[in-house]
């Protein structure tokens, strides 16, 4: 079983940024396509952004496409999504999620515990 640990997030003020980190067990991330979704109060989760296996490949969501990088380094078995520009709107938890890259959840099935994001006004 994949386990993945997101971190990274916090209290940040509207324009600021933040680097959000994705790490599995076992070297095991290296293997694998991965996604990074949000869920706000009260809303349905949505896809962020996505990164192949080899990081060649990158797909952005439209609301955060100029504001946000996903890399991945898989010598240290770590993907990271940077969030520039952020915005009140962006305050969510966000999942990291390992399996075949796409932007729906049934496309991944290994998901961490999240990491909440909040940016104030």
């Known amino acids: 079983q994949v386990q993945l640990v997101e971190s990274g997030g916090g209290l940040v003020q509207a324009g600021g940024s933040l680097r959000l980190s994705c790490t599995a067990s076992?070297?095991?991330?290296?293997?694998?396509?991965v996604g990074w979704f949000r869920q706000a109060p009260g809303k349905e989760r949505e896809f962020v952004v996505s990164?192949?296996?080899?990081?060649?490949?990158?797909f952005y969501a439209d609301s955060v496409k100029g504001r946000a990088t996903i890399s991945r380094n898989n010598a240290e078995n770590t993907v990271y999504l940077q969030m520039n520009g952020l915005k009140p709107e962006d305050t969510a938890v966000y999942y990291c999620?390992?399996?075949?890259?796409?932007?729906?959840?049934?496309?991944?099935?290994?998901w961490g515990q999240g990491t909440q994001v909040t940016v104030s006004s």
């Open positions: 999620a390992a399996g075949s890259t796409g932007r729906y959840s049934h496309q991944y099935p290994h």
């Open positions: 990164i192949s296996m080899s990081g060649a490949s990158t």
């Open positions: 076992l070297r095991t991330l290296v293997i694998y396509d």
